[in-house]
């Protein structure tokens, strides 16, 4: 195992079209985080699963962003309707359960156009 | 309002010079870690600190964490053009929440 991976690592969409990441945490962590990384500032967080039960959302996450962790494995983040605000880099993160160390994925960027 | 607080927010300096970049909350945190970030990448973590005071080293980069396990800085001596990026802190909260910075921007002119 390399590592967090995310895919695809950048996306381009028009306004009001949905899109779709995809994460594959570290294999043996069992917690994963979705955070939005804008440009001149840190990451911020939205949203985090224990396996596969979402334990926490941001109130960023508006009702158009959806994250699913099925299998306790891999993890998706949906976004419907995009709007050009949308338009950051969506970072993943992956850790052991009451690790305090993240292990972050390269991330995909996503302009909205 | 950002819960941790980097100074300075751009920091471009010449090789060989040393420099400390500080992040700096009101709250108290159970662990702290620092993070690099390459454009385009996903941040790397290099140390987490979680005893007031401690100070861990890697290489050139000394990491020290306030007494009251508020604050950290970061130390680089000798600084080199590959320390280039986003040096990111990102504080851990007794709710287990994780929060970052907005970053501190260095740039190592050759």
């Known amino acids: 195992d390399t590592g967090v991976s995310q895919d695809p690592r950048h996306k381009i969409t028009k306004r009001g079209q949905n899109v779709t990441f995809r994460c594959d945490p570290i294999?043996?962590?069992?917690?994963l985080y979705w955070y939005r990384q804008t440009l001149g500032q840190g990451p911020e967080f939205l949203t985090y699963f224990q396996n596969e039960a979402q334990l926490e959302k941001s109130r960023l996450l508006s009702d158009r962003f959806s994250a699913e962790r099925p299998k306790g494995s891999f993890s998706t983040l949906e976004i419907q309707r995009t709007e050009q605000g949308d338009s950051a880099m969506y970072l993943c993160?992956?850790?052991?359960?009451?690790?305090?160390?993240?292990?972050f994925g390269p991330g995909t960027r996503l302009t909205v156009t | 309002t950002q819960l941790l607080e980097q100074s300075p927010q751009f920091l471009s300096i010449q090789e060989g010079e040393n420099l400390t970049v500080y992040c700096n909350s009101s709250s108290v945190f159970s662990s702290l870690q620092w993070y690099r970030q390459e454009p385009g990448e996903g941040p790397v973590l290099l140390v987490t600190v979680v005893t007031g005071g401690e100070v861990k080293k890697l290489k050139r980069l000394t990491f020290q964490f306030g007494d009251a396990r508020k604050d950290s800085s970061l130390h680089i001596t000798a600084a080199q053009p590959g320390d280039t990026g986003l040096y990111l802190c990102a504080g851990v909260d007794n709710n287990n929440d994780m929060r970052f910075g907005a970053g501190t921007r260095l740039t190592v002119k050759p």
């Open positions: 294999s043996e962590h069992n917690r």
């Open positions: 993160a992956s850790t052991v359960w009451g690790g305090d160390e993240q292990y």
